[in-house]
């Protein structure tokens, strides 16, 4: 058996995938289930700034300032928003102090850093439409944001993102100079505008997706990102895009019932963590097989709770220290032969 798996293991390397756990060929090759993050596997990864907009939807560099001071002067764990950002524009932060940061986490979906200029104490807050949206009580210019000014950018936010774009929204709002801040200064906030991203699907996603499907091994979409941009994104690729489950419907369902819905659904969205955890687990419940691919902090605790794990070359250390494989290069078909290769060494 240990020369079967290690031979399996020098076959694998060859494909670009260098396996960390010997037992688990076997578990890749039994996989029926892959769960797969959407960014850098299914989509190329490598995302863009498209654009900064004020509310009308006028292009904005006000909105890009305020975007790149707080991209550059957050703390937290680098994404590739952020680095988007500051490659079009890095920032004048020596106009600026920062007295402090709100650090992002999968509650508030926004970070908030608290800048202090010539003309008074500024909080810049950028994070998930919705979530900034939330706070926001007014619009850049003093005037009331009432139901009828918020559903203009609702359906703003939902015309780019059902084309596929990725939106973040910042909003703004000055503060007394004070010891310290905390969430609790996240409120009555002005909204500033939008940034949209580009990060288009891979070429040769849908062909592998077949070939995965011929092996029998069924492809779902986990992803923080809205709805309609994981369907807009599942459409290009060949992936059903009408069995949704969202994060917000996840906090509602108890363990049984997570277990029969999962089965049945496509694409998870807008999902945390712990979500993500709770997904593998109820797939396994049901008999499956899961594999699941990652390479963020946000994934760790779905990659220990998965049958086998995959992660990339570039990925956080802690996505790769989690994963049973690594795949030198961030490739869907790499797995297709590694499956394969499983297949084999455990026959």
Known sequence: LSVSLARGARMMAQHGVVVRRLNAIENLGSMDVLCTDKTGTITEGVVQLDGAYDASGAAS??????????????TGLGNPLDD???????????????????????VRKRVSVVVERESGILLVTKGAFDHVLGVCSTLADGQVLDAAGRERLVARYRRWTGEGTRVVAV????????????????????????????????QGVEATLIGLAKLGVSVKLISGDSTLVAQHVARLVGLRADRVLTGADIQTLHDEALWHVAE??????????????RIILALKKTGHVVGFLGDGVNDAPA?????????????????REAADFVLLERNLDVIRQGIEEGRKTFA
Do not use: C
């Not at 560099?61 to 002067?73: G, M, R």
């Not at 920032?91 to 102090?97: K, L, M, N, Q, S």
């Open 61 to 74: 560099t006000d909105v890009l300032t305020l975007a790149a001071w707080n991209a550059a002067l957050e």
């Open 303 to 319: 990659m220990h709770a998965a049958d086998t794990s995959l992660s990339v070359d570039g990925a956080v250390d802690v996505a």
């Open 171 to 202: 909003a703004t709002r000055v503060l007394p100079s004070k010891a310290d801040y905390s969430r609790e200064d996240e409120f009555d906030l002005a909204f500033v505008g939008f940034l949209t991203f580009l990060d288009r699907p891979k």
């Open 264 to 277: 049945q659904t496509d694409l998870f969205v807008e999902v945390d963590p712990n979500q993500k955890e």
């Open 84 to 106: 988007a950002i500051l490659q079009a524009l890095a920032p004048d932060v020596a106009t600026i102090r920062k007295r402090a940061e709100i650090p992002f986490d999968f």
